[in-house]
């Protein structure tokens, strides 16, 4: 039985993107042929959650609508070096709690954090979307693994804007940032494109 996972910001009592954190959910039910989902909002009001701070609500679901949710104190992660790897089979359409080739990915890698090519194009980290800076500009790459819920966000609100982003264009880009649901756009975790260990042209990306 596949189990999937959600997890949702929860800040100062309040839940974030509750919506299409609940429209994920009810597509991965009807994806796979069930009917009804879990209603995200009742799971979170029945945790009597009354602290105030930054927490994760993680949710761990089946097609059968079973569950087990947690709330996680939350700081965000400090990574200094990241590393493009290739993945040219990767597929992560739906968010599966099963991570394990990912964290295969990062045990190769000789950087914090992976950045996944897969088919010449860039992607998005281990656990998160991208977004990169071109004259002012915020792009998210067109071919995303998992179109997650703050860029989604991001980009109907009009904040971002989609582009084709590979490793022959990788270069017109000054600058990137990770963004999920715990993660929005912030100026203070935004990396210089060199950042990346191994750009193309690279002495280090033969050694991708």
Do not use: C
């Not at 995200?40 to 079973?66: A, M, Q, T």
Request: glycine share 2%; proline share 2%.
């Amino acid at each position: 039985m596949y189990q999937f996972i959600e997890s949702i910001k929860i800040q100062d009592q309040k839940i974030y993107l509750l919506d299409l954190h609940q429209k994920r959910m009810n597509e991965t039910f009807a994806n796979f042929g069930k009917e009804g989902s879990l209603d995200l909002e009742k799971i979170y009001k029945n945790l009597n959650h009354d602290d105030n701070g930054l927490y994760k609500l993680r949710i761990v679901y089946d097609l059968e609508k079973k569950f087990t949710s947690q709330l996680i104190p939350y700081a965000f992660p400090q990574i200094e070096t990241f590393q493009l790897v290739e993945n040219n089979t990767l597929d992560y359409s739906f968010k599966f709690e099963d991570r394990k080739v990912f964290d295969q990915m990062k045990n190769t890698a000789k950087a914090e954090e992976i950045i996944i090519v897969k088919n010449n194009h860039i992607t998005d980290s281990s656990y998160a979307n991208l977004l990169f800076l071109k004259e002012k500009q915020w792009f998210a790459p067109t071919t995303f693994l998992l179109n997650g819920v703050q860029r989604q966000h991001l980009l109907q609100s009009k904040k971002i804007k989609e582009t084709e982003i590979t490793l022959q264009n990788l270069k017109e880009f000054s600058h990137f940032q990770i963004i999920n649901a715990m993660n929005t756009m912030d100026n203070d975790f935004v990396y210089p494109l060199h950042k990346i260990r191994n750009l193309p042209e690279s002495k280090e990306y033969l050694g991708l």
